[in-house]
């Protein structure tokens, strides 16, 4: 009976908590200097569609008027990257405020049996399973070398799949093997260990990156790391929280937590660190997640102190400059939860920098919003493209060789960018997969 009560009154607690906070909406003073660094406004002109007009709706809300179809449209629409957050002179938590809003109208929306069914089915199955996604990964790649996908392509049928196959352009290429298949190993460092850290390989990356998986473990053991892949954890939680899934967001954050402190050891880590800074902006805010959880409230403060983007921890350390020459110009384009969600902007930069024979061209606005923004290129395909189309022109600009970025979404967005806007024969890449090849190049030119 007790563990009952318990139970439910933290069910309680959570759903309570589960809206804008009164004290984060009157942080805003509605100055509008957010607009012009809000791509959706940018985009529509639409003073609902900016960040000031939907805090002013948030506050609608919160003082009792009813969640229409209209609030939920305007909230949607945002790509929540959290530009407007570095415009923000009063320091506007907009984030924090769009998720919790999202948050409230999930827990007060009724949705039909197929909306339902599919939700549940993608957030809730799909994407904290290993199984499910190796599958998915199995039938994409099915689809791609059965040459089914060039011959929609070429022949333009594509078209005919309608809103699907204005999405298709955003797919993956699936690589055999379909999942990144180190769950569960520890990789020594190359010559003596200086750290030890532990990886956290995402969901829809282990199918769709798992050659950026390797590809950071190697950057990493070259940086002297022992690398820890713990296997028991799962998916993020980033695109339920983007949802406004909370509960099942809380039930990951605690999974990966308890799957970082089995492996954890008597040495501890130095890092808990991730390729994807999407997934990276989420995991270090557990500690807001988690919050009134006092199970986990003090865990997911220590979890926050070590978590790193891999960029990050690179950048703060003593890096391996054993590095060969990548003769090419590169433009690096911010992703919006590293630049805007984490601050970190000069690291990736840095990292380019060192690399002999590579030059880094700054791109116009680079810490605009690609229009990828975890599902959103898929919910809001018609906007996302207008959004694309515009940093493609700003990426053209710099006649750049390679486009880096350094998170996944970012990269499928700007492939699919490239294909349709490029000048021809750019590639998109990790800053972690430029580091890796300049450094097979150096210790091919060291042999």
């Known amino acids: 009976m007790d563990v009952y009560t318990d139970a439910s009154n933290q069910i309680a607690s959570d759903l309570n908590q589960d809206k804008p906070k009164q004290a984060d909406l009157d942080r805003c003073v509605h100055c509008g200097l957010c607009l012009n660094a809000c791509p959706t406004y940018r985009e529509l002109g639409v003073e609902m ?15 009792g008027a009813p969640i229409t179809d209209s609030y939920r449209e305007h909230i949607d629409l945002c790509l929540a990257c959290r530009g407007c957050e570095s415009a923000c002179p009063s320091g506007v938590q907009y984030g924090r405020l769009v998720e919790a809003a999202r948050a409230e109208i999930e827990t007060s929306t009724q949705r039909g049996w197929f909306a339902r069914t599919v939700r549940n089915f993608i ?9 499910l996604l190796t599958a998915a990964g199995a039938m994409l790649w099915m689809y791609q070398v059965s040459g089914l996908q060039k011959v929609l392509r070429a022949t333009g049928l594509i078209s005919l799949l309608g809103p699907l196959g204005a999405r298709e352009s955003l797919a993956p290429s699936a690589e ?26 995402g969901c829809i990356a282990n199918i769709s990156f798992a050659r ?5 473990v190697r950057v990493l053991q070259k940086n002297g790391c022992e690398v820890v892949i713990p296997a028991s954890q799962t998916c993020c939680g980033a695109l339920h929280m983007h949802a406004g899934i909370r509960d099942e967001a809380r039930r ?5 937590i308890d799957a970082i402190a089995a492996t954890e050891g008597e040495q501890g880590y130095d890092a808990i660190v991730t390729n994807a800074a999407g997934c990276g902006s989420t995991l270090k805010e557990y500690d807001e997640l988690l919050e009134h959880d006092p199970a986990y409230a003090a865990r997911a403060k220590q979890f926050k102190k070590l978590m790193k ?12 400059r054993d590095l060969g020459t990548i003769d090419a110009t590169v433009t690096y384009q911010d992703s919006c939860h590293l630049a805007h969600g984490q601050k970190v902007r000069k690291a990736p930069r840095e990292l ?12 116009p606005l680079s810490d605009l919003c690609c229009g990828s923004a975890g599902i959103y290129n898929v919910l809001h395909t018609d906007l996302s493209m207008d959004i694309l189309e515009k940093k493609m022109a700003n990426v053209n600009l710099t006649r750049a060789d390679i486009v880096a970025t350094a998170n996944p979404g970012c990269m499928l967005q700007l492939q699919a960018g490239v294909r349709k806007w490029g000048r021809g024969g750019e590639r998109v890449a990790h800053v972690v997969e430029i580091l890796d090849e300049a450094y097979r190049k150096g210790r091919s030119t060291s042999c």
Do not use: W
């Open 212 to 216: 950026l998986n390797e590809a950071t």
């Open 252 to 256: 990951l954050a605690r999974l990966n």
């Open 309 to 320: 983007d891999v960029t990050e921890f690179l950048a703060s350390i003593e890096l391996n």
């Open 352 to 363: 380019l920098a060192a690399v002999p024979g590579l030059k880094l061209r700054e791109m």
């Open 123 to 131: 957030f809730r199955k799909l994407l904290p399973s290993p199984a």
């Open 49 to 63: 569609d900016s960040p000031r007009g939907r805090i002013y709706q948030m506050v609608q809300v919160a003082a």
């Open 176 to 201: 055999i093997p379909f999942f990144f298949r180190e769950l569960g190993k520890t990789f020594p460092a190359e010559g003596e260990r200086r750290y030890r850290v532990a990886f956290m390989a």
